[in-house]
């Protein structure tokens, strides 16, 4: 498969068993739409989420012994969520490579943050079948050490929506409203996207996956807006 040998540089691993690396990369639309015997990623998927718990886990237990149980989860759920492994996704090219549907292709489907965020996880299980934990260890690492630096302190904990409403209500006793504005894409690849207003005002908007994480989204963007505002009046 020399269509791979780009992407594989670019990962710094080599697959012995290349069809691994195509798995990871069949997003589950070809079997919507070529038959359900057709496999796709969503197994490895699994496989590479829960791998990527493990590595990530034990990398903030040694790394931070005095930091609770409570702290750390948190951590390892702001590394681990969607918008962070779509930019993982996104930095390794993998859109480039999926193996799409002709609708999913038609829709955008390689730029998608889901598809994107669902094929590295699929990517880290197809290298832990491929070579085993220490590969995906030293694989995982590696990604995740340019985004967090050595991991030499505690990842960023902030909760968006929790501090959009501090700040607000800091100077109203109005709270801000999350309003559902769209929801796409197929049964099996839902996108929400979100808007966050105060007193009238949009502040920012989100997409996500989910209701949830679209508002989370929302909330961020309203900060960063809010922020600049705040930079330009000073």
């Given at each position: 498969?020399?269509?791979?040998?780009?992407?594989?540089?670019?990962?710094g691993?080599?697959?012995?068993?290349?069809?691994?690396?195509?798995?990871?990369?069949?997003h589950?639309?070809?079997?919507?739409?070529?038959?359900?015997?057709?496999?796709?990623?969503?197994?490895?998927?699994?496989?590479?989420?829960?791998?990527?718990?493990?590595?990530?886990?034990?990398?903030?237990?040694?790394?931070?012994?005095?930091?609770?149980?409570?702290?750390?989860?948190?951590?390892?759920?702001?590394?681990?969520?969607?918008?962070?492994?779509?930019?993982?996704?996104?930095?390794?090219?993998?859109?480039?490579?999926?193996?799409?549907?002709?609708?999913?292709?038609?829709?955008?489907?390689?730029?998608?943050?889901?598809?994107?965020?669902?094929?590295?996880?699929?990517?880290?299980?197809?290298?832990?079948?491929?070579?085993?934990?220490?590969?995906?260890?030293?694989?995982?690492?590696?990604?995740?050490?340019?985004?967090?630096?050595?991991?030499?302190?505690?990842?960023?904990?902030?909760n968006?929506?929790?501090?959009?409403?501090?700040?607000?209500?800091?100077?109203?006793?109005?709270?801000?409203?999350?309003?559902?504005?769209?929801?796409?894409?197929?049964?099996?690849?839902?996108?929400?996207?979100?808007?966050?207003?105060?007193?009238?005002?949009?502040?920012?908007?989100?997409?996500?996956?989910?209701?949830?994480?679209?508002?989370?989204?929302?909330?961020?963007?309203?900060?960063?807006?809010?922020?600049?505002?705040?930079?330009?009046?000073?």
């Amino acid at each position: 498969m020399p269509a791979f040998d780009t992407l594989q540089t670019r990962l710094g691993y080599r697959f012995r068993d290349e069809s691994l690396l195509r798995l990871a990369l069949t997003h589950p639309s070809v079997a919507h739409e070529q038959g359900a015997s057709v496999q796709h990623n969503q197994r490895l998927e699994f496989l590479g989420d829960a791998v990527l718990q493990l590595i990530l886990t034990s990398e903030l237990y040694e790394k931070f012994p005095s930091t609770g149980e409570g702290s750390l989860t948190k951590a390892r759920a702001q590394m681990v969520n969607r918008r962070a492994l779509a930019h993982q996704g996104r930095r390794l090219g993998l859109g480039e490579h999926l193996v799409l549907s002709r609708g999913e292709e038609a829709s955008g489907g390689r730029t998608r943050p889901s598809a994107l965020a669902d094929a590295f996880e699929a990517l880290l299980g197809a290298i832990f079948l491929d070579s085993g934990f220490d590969a995906a260890r030293d694989f995982v690492l590696r990604q995740f050490r340019e985004e967090f630096g050595e991991l030499e302190v505690i990842p960023n904990l902030e909760n968006p929506k929790g501090e959009l409403q501090e700040i607000l209500q800091a100077n109203s006793i109005e709270a801000p409203q999350y309003q559902l504005e769209s929801v796409s894409g197929p049964d099996h690849d839902r996108l929400f996207e979100c808007a966050v207003y105060h007193q009238g005002a949009e502040l920012g908007r989100g997409k996500g996956k989910s209701k949830k994480e679209a508002e989370s989204q929302a909330a961020l963007a309203a900060l960063e807006n809010l922020g600049r505002k705040a930079d330009q009046n000073s």
